[in-house]
C-alpha cells in the first residue's frame, strides 16, 4: 500500500477502495468489533495501525484505565452551554483535539447532544441544554474545532437517551414532529453542517410511525434518516454492550460494535455473511467507512505525540469563571476588593470536597485541582481563612485513609476450591483489573488503626456478592450476583456501603476481610471492585453547623458552597429528587441570617431546588467548574473575570412544576407526552413562573438595549446595539426568541431561534448581530415528509432571557416548503 499522503482530515476515495480490496472477508469482519474496551483491530497487510477511541465529554481520560494516567479536567458540557459563546466552544474543540493526541485518542467520544429533558436525568450536565438550537450551535463549534485538527469526534447517543433509569431497556415513544424539530435537530446540525466522523448508537430503543428497534438495529434510523436522507460518509458505533443481535444490527446500519473482544458479531457476523443473511456488500460499505476514518485522523501513519497544552490552565480558569451565573445580586456587593477582606469563612460540603466532575464516561483523573480554598488563599495572602464542612452530605462514608492501614489492602485471588492462586495488593481507587481466567473469586484482607475513642463505622463499598468480616465475625453480605450491568448503571463507580459500627474504648487495630466476587463484564473484562470506608467519631451535623454559623458571623465575607456530589449525579442512575442532598438548605438559610455579606455558590451540573434564594443576596451557580475550580470561583468574586453566563435550562421553584418530573419507563415505555414542550416551552405553555427562567444571568455589569434592526430575507438577521451601562467591561449575551401569531399546527408560546455574544467596556456599545435560520421558522410536517413555514405574523422578541424582553418586532411569513434536507 502507499503511504497516506493526505492531510489526516480528507479521505482518499480512491485508496479507501485500494485498501478494501485487499483485505478478506474475514480481516474486514474482524475489523467491525473492537480489539479491547478503548481499541480497534489493526490492519498491518493495508497499513492501518489500531485506532483508539477515548471517554469523554469534559476532558480525555485515556485508552489505559490506568489511575495514574491524568488529563485535564474541563467544564461540565452544561458549563460551557451557560457561556452561549461558540468562540470558547472553538477554543475549547482545539483543547480538545490536543489533549485526545496527548493521550493517544483518534476518536474523542463526545460531544453528547441528547437533550436535558427531565431534571431528575443522571447524565444531565454532559448534555448542553434543554433547547435544540443552543445545544446544535455550541456542539457544531466545538466538533468542528476538534475535526480541524485531525481528530474525531462522535455525536452521542443516537438517540432520545435522555434518562437513566433503564436505559437499556427502555423504548422511545416520540411523536414524528417532536422527533424531528427537538431531538433530532443537534444530530442533523452536526452531521450536515458540521460533518461529524462518527456518530454513537444509544442503548434504548425508539419507536416511530416507520419502525420500533432499538437504536443499534433501527434500519430506519441510522440507514435511511442518517446514511441516505442526512449523508452522513462516517462510522456508526454501538454505545459500550448495547449491539445484542447480529444480522440485524448488521442490516441496520450498525459500523462497528464496542466494545471488544465479544459481541454478537465476530464469528458470528462471518457465518450470517455465509449462511446469506448479511450480503458481503454490507459489510464492505461498513469497513470503507472505517479506512475514511482512518484517513481521517491520520490512521495509516504512526500515532501522534504530544503534551499538554501550554495554554490549559488559563483557558480551563477563563471557561469556568465565564460560564458562571448569577442567579441573583441583590446588595452588589461583588466583585470585592481582596484588600478589603481580613478574615473570610468558607463553608459548605463542596467547599471542603468539591465536585469539580460528573461521574460515569465524564470522569478524567485529573492533572492537578484547585480547591476553592486554595483558590481563595492565592487570591487573599493577607487574609485569614478559616473552613467549615458544616455537616457531611454524602449518601455513602468516606474512603479509608490510606494512612491508617497497617501494612497494605492485599487480595487473594482464588481458585475454585478456595485456595490461594496469588496475593496481589489492591491498588489505589480500589479496582484490581485485567485478571486473567484463573482466579474465580478475590479475598480482600487489611488490618485497620482505630486510634481514637468512639463509634467508628467502617465498611466496604462493593458490587457483586460479598462477605464482609471484622476480626473474624460475619458482619455484612450480599447475593447479588452482579455482570456488566455494573458497569451500564455506573454502581461499579459509586458502589453501595456494606458495614457495621465498630465502637472503640482504646486505640486498637481491626483486621476487616471480605469475599468478594470476580466481576465478568464482557468487553470491560474480569475486575474486582471494592473501596474501604470509614466515618470517624466526631461532631455530629448539628455542631458542624453551628460551627459554620459562628465562622460566618465573624467574617467580612461569608461564603457557602453547597451543591451534589458523584454518589447524586452521575451516568447510570437517574436523581429521584431535585433537593440538595443533607442538609444543606439549612446550613445555607442560618449562614445567611448571620452574615448578610453571604455569597452562595451552587456546585451543582442539575437544577436543584434553592427554596432559600429570597433569603439570598448572592447567589452563583458554578456547575462542574474542572480542575481549575479554585482559582476560576476567585475570579469571579474579584472581579478578574467576569461571570457571564446564562442559564442553558430552567430552574424551577418547585418539584411539581417540573414540566417532565421523571423518565420512568411503563412497560418498557417512555411516553414523549410533552411534545415540542421542551423544558421552558412547558413552563410557558403550561402559564408557569419558573425560581430563575432560561437564559437568565446578571453579571457583574449593566446593559441596556436600542432599537434593533431586522433585515428579512431566506434568513432574518437583527442587529440591535447594546450599550454597557455599568462600570465594569462585560459580556452581554443577546437572545432572539420567536412566537407565531397564525393558525395552523402548534408550536411553542416562543422559542430560540438565535443568540450572539458581545463585548464592551464601560459606557461602549457594541453591535450584536444575530441570524435567525429558515429552519427556526419551519415545523416538520408529516404528511408530506417535508419541511415548512407555517404562514403569518411572526414576532421577533430580543432580550436577555426567555422572559426579560427588552424589544420586539414583527414580520410576516407566507407558506414555503422546503425539501427534507432544507
Request: hydrophobic share 40%; aromatic share 6%; with cysteine.
Amino acid at each position: 500500500m502507499t503511504p497516506d499522503v493526505n492531510p489526516p482530515h480528507t479521505p482518499d476515495e480512491a485508496d479507501v477502495e485500494r485498501r478494501l480490496a485487499a483485505l478478506s472477508l474475514e480481516e474486514k469482519i474482524g475489523l467491525l468489533t473492537g480489539r479491547g474496551p478503548w481499541r480497534l483491530h489493526p490492519a498491518e497487510g493495508v497499513g492501518l495501525r489500531s485506532l483508539a477511541l477515548g471517554d469523554g465529554p469534559a476532558g480525555i481520560r485515556g485508552v489505559t484505565d490506568d489511575p495514574a494516567e491524568t488529563g485535564a479536567s474541563f467544564p461540565s458540557p452544561s458549563a460551557l452551554s451557560a457561556t452561549w459563546d461558540v468562540r470558547l466552544a472553538d477554543e475549547l474543540g482545539d483543547l480538545f483535539a490536543a489533549e485526545a493526541v496527548r493521550h493517544g485518542v483518534d476518536v474523542v467520544l463526545a460531544p453528547v447532544v441528547n437533550l436535558q429533558r427531565t431534571p431528575v436525568g443522571g447524565r444531565h450536565f454532559e448534555c448542553f441544554s434543554e433547547d435544540p438550537l443552543l445545544t446544535a450551535d455550541i456542539a457544531h463549534a466545538l466538533v468542528a474545532a476538534i475535526q480541524r485538527n485531525g481528530v474525531a469526534a462522535c455525536a452521542k447517543h443516537f438517540v432520545a437517551n435522555d434518562s437513566e433509569t433503564a436505559r437499556t431497556e427502555y423504548t422511545a415513544r416520540i411523536d414524528e414532529r417532536a422527533l424531528r424539530e427537538v431531538y433530532l435537530a443537534p444530530f442533523e446540525k452536526l452531521v450536515r453542517d458540521t460533518g461529524v466522523w462518527t456518530v454513537m448508537a444509544a442503548y434504548n430503543g425508539l419507536e416511530t410511525d416507520a419502525e420500533t428497534a432499538s437504536a443499534t438495529q433501527n434500519h430506519w434510523l441510522l440507514t435511511e434518516l442518517l446514511k441516505t436522507e442526512w449523508g452522513f460518509d462516517g462510522v456508526v458505533v454501538s454505545d459500550w454492550t448495547a449491539a445484542h443481535s447480529t444480522a440485524e444490527s448488521a442490516n441496520a446500519g450498525l459500523d462497528l460494535v464496542m466494545p471488544g473482544p465479544g459481541g454478537p458479531w465476530e464469528a458470528a457476523l462471518l457465518k450470517a455473511v455465509n449462511r446469506g443473511e448479511v450480503a458481503e456488500k454490507v459489510i464492505d460499505a461498513k469497513v470503507r467507512r472505517l479506512l475514511r476514518l482512518a484517513h481521517r485522523v491520520g490512521g495509516f501513519g504512526p500515532v501522534r505525540d504530544g503534551g499538554p497544552a501550554a495554554h490549559t490552565e488559563d483557558l480551563l480558569r477563563r471557561i469556568g469563571a465565564r460560564s458562571t451565573v448569577v442567579l441573583k445580586d441583590a446588595a452588589r456587593r461583588l466583585p470585592c476588593a481582596p484588600a478589603s477582606l481580613s478574615r473570610v469563612a468558607l463553608i459548605g460540603p463542596n467547599a471542603v470536597d468539591t465536585f469539580f466532575q460528573g461521574g460515569g464516561s465524564a470522569h478524567v483523573n485529573p492533572d492537578h485541582v484547585v480547591t476553592p480554598e486554595a483558590g481563595l488563599r492565592a487570591a487573599l495572602p493577607h487574609a485569614e481563612i478559616s473552613v467549615h464542612r458544616g455537616g457531611y452530605a454524602r449518601p455513602h462514608e468516606p474512603d479509608l485513609a490510606v494512612e491508617r492501614v497497617v501494612g497494605e489492602v492485599s487480595i487473594d485471588l482464588l481458585d475454585g476450591h478456595g485456595g490461594v492462586i496469588d496475593t496481589v495488593p489492591m491498588p489505589a481507587g480500589g479496582w484490581l483489573r485485567d485478571l486473567g481466567p484463573a482466579p474465580v473469586a478475590a479475598r480482600l484482607r487489611a488490618v485497620v488503626r482505630l486510634p481514637e475513642t468512639g463509634v467508628h463505622r467502617l465498611g466496604i463499598g462493593t458490587v457483586g456478592t460479598f462477605r464482609l468480616r471484622f476480626d473474624g465475625r460475619e458482619v455484612a453480605s450480599g447475593d447479588h450476583l452482579a455482570g456488566h450491568d455494573v458497569v451500564l448503571d455506573s454502581s461499579v463507580n459509586a458502589p453501595p456501603s456494606h458495614g457495621a459500627d465498630v465502637h472503640v474504648t482504646e486505640p486498637r487495630e481491626l483486621t476487616v476481610e471480605a469475599d468478594l466476587q470476580i466481576i465478568e463484564a464482557w468487553g470491560y473484562g474480569r475486575f474486582v471492585r471494592a473501596v474501604l470506608r470509614h466515618r470517624l467519631p466526631g461532631p455530629g451535623v448539628d455542631d458542624e453547623i453551628a460551627e459554620a454559623v459562628a465562622a460566618a458571623a465573624r467574617a467580612d465575607l461569608a461564603i457557602v458552597v453547597v451543591g451534589t456530589n458523584s454518589e447524586v449525579e452521575s451516568e447510570g442512575f437517574d436523581r429521584t429528587d431535585l433537593a440538595l442532598p443533607g442538609r444543606q438548605d439549612e446550613l445555607v438559610r442560618q449562614v445567611c441570617r448571620a452574615n448578610p455579606a453571604t455569597v452562595v455558590v451552587v456546585n451543582a451540573g442539575s437544577p436543584v431546588l434553592l427554596p432559600w434564594l429570597d433569603e439570598a443576596a448572592t447567589v452563583l451557580w458554578t456547575w462542574f467548574p474542572g480542575q481549575e475550580c479554585g482559582h476560576s470561583l476567585a475570579d469571579v468574586l474579584f472581579g478578574r473575570t467576569e461571570p457571564s453566563g446564562r442559564l442553558p435550562w430552567t430552574l424551577p421553584a418547585t418539584a411539581e412544576q417540573v414540566p417532565v418530573p421523571h423518565a420512568v419507563p411503563v412497560d418498557g415505555v417512555v411516553e414523549y407526552h410533552e411534545g415540542i414542550h421542551i423544558g421552558y416551552r412547558g413552563y410557558l405553555r403550561a402559564g408557569l413562573r419558573p425560581a430563575v427562567p432560561f437564559g437568565h444571568g446578571l453579571g457583574w455589569t449593566d446593559w441596556s438595549y436600542d432599537e434593533a434592526e431586522v433585515a428579512d430575507g431566506d434568513e432574518v438577521t437583527v442587529t440591535v446595539s447594546v450599550t454597557n451601562s455599568g462600570r465594569r467591561p462585560g459580556h452581554e449575551t443577546v437572545q432572539v426568541y420567536l412566537e407565531h401569531h397564525g393558525d395552523g399546527p402548534e408550536r411553542p408560546v416562543r422559542w430560540l431561534a438565535g443568540f450572539a455574544v458581545v463585548d464592551a467596556a464601560p459606557g461602549e456599545s457594541a453591535r450584536a448581530v444575530v441570524t435567525v435560520p429558515r429552519r427556526a421558522f419551519q415545523v416538520w410536517d408529516p404528511p408530506s415528509r417535508d419541511w415548512r413555514t407555517p404562514p403569518g405574523e411572526y414576532t421577533l422578541h430580543v432580550g436577555r432571557s426567555i422572559e426579560d424582553i427588552r424589544w420586539a418586532g414583527r414580520i410576516t411569513r407566507e407558506d414555503v416548503s422546503s425539501p427534507a434536507g432544507g
